[in-house]
T-cell receptor, first 110, second 113 residues
Framework: GIQVEQSPPDLILQEGANSTLRCNFS?????LQWFHQNPWGQLINLFY???GTKQNGRLSATTVATERYSLLYISSSQTTDSGVYFC????????????FGRGTQLTVWP | DSGVTQTPKHLITATGQRVTLRCSPR?????VYWYQQSLDQGLQFLIH???????AKGNILERFSAQQFPDLHSELNLSSLELGDSALYFC????????????FGQGTRLTVV
């Protein structure tokens, strides 16, 4: 299967700081998604971004498919941004099955 | 709200028992996926159904089975439960099979005691 590596594994920030989370994957993909898992365990869709750049408020993401990586940018972080951020990909022949990275645990302090 | 509904939200049961987890996909979605999230294994794919047919299997134990019904809801059956089966079980749905965006339910937190 496809290997997905996320970095850093842990990130601690003060409110207002900016951060960049990285996702590297080992093969070409049909789909790449970023999720936020909140403290209640819910997986919330952030971006569906197999290639290109998207922005949604304070969050933006860029995927460079040819170089097999994606970046998630969080600006002006807030305490509600805390949680685990997952990157997940679908390979060319995996029928929609998502391969997940191990996640980045983000803690934002007031 | 993702539009994917999972029941129950929490389940506590004893070793050796059998439970059924239920998932209703988003309206119009034909694909249903089941994932297991445990502390040591992360998020693992279990099984995929598309329009009632099994399309792919992942790390699903023989004690586990699933099906998708004509109304497209899906059930995951877990039997002969062991302590190690305690985990968060997610259902996800998507329109097709080729990597369209997947949406996740709130999950069922299973505790085996």
């Amino acid at each position: 299967g496809i290997q997905v590596e996320q970095s850093p594994p842990d990130l601690i920030l003060q409110e207002g700081a900016n951060s960049t989370l990285r996702c590297n994957f080992s093969d070409s993909v049909n789909n790449l998604q970023w999720f936020h898992q909140n403290p209640w365990g819910q997986l919330i869709n952030l971006f569906y971004i197999p290639s290109g750049t998207k922005q949604n408020g304070r969050l933006s993401a860029t995927t460079v498919a040819t170089e097999r990586y994606s970046l998630l940018y969080i600006s002006s972080s807030q305490t509600t941004d805390s949680g685990v951020y997952f990157c997940a990909v679908v390979g060319g022949s995996t029928l929609g099955r998502l391969y997940f990275g191990r996640g980045t645990q983000l803690t934002v302090w007031p | 709200d993702s539009g994917v509904t999972q029941t129950p939200k929490h389940l506590i049961t004893a070793t050796g028992q059998r439970v059924t987890l239920r998932c209703s996909p988003r309206s119009g979605d034909l694909s249903v996926y089941w994932y297991q999230q445990s502390l040591d294994q992360g998020l693992q794919f279990l099984i995929h159904y598309y329009n009632g047919e099994e399309r792919a299997k992942g790390n699903i134990l023989e004690r586990f089975s699933a099906q998708q019904f004509p109304d497209l809801h899906s059930e995951l059956n877990l039997s002969s439960l062991e302590l190690g089966d305690s985990a968060l079980y997610f259902c996800a749905s998507s329109v097709g099979t080729g990597g369209t965006e997947a949406f996740f339910g709130q999950g069922t937190r299973l505790t085996v005691v």
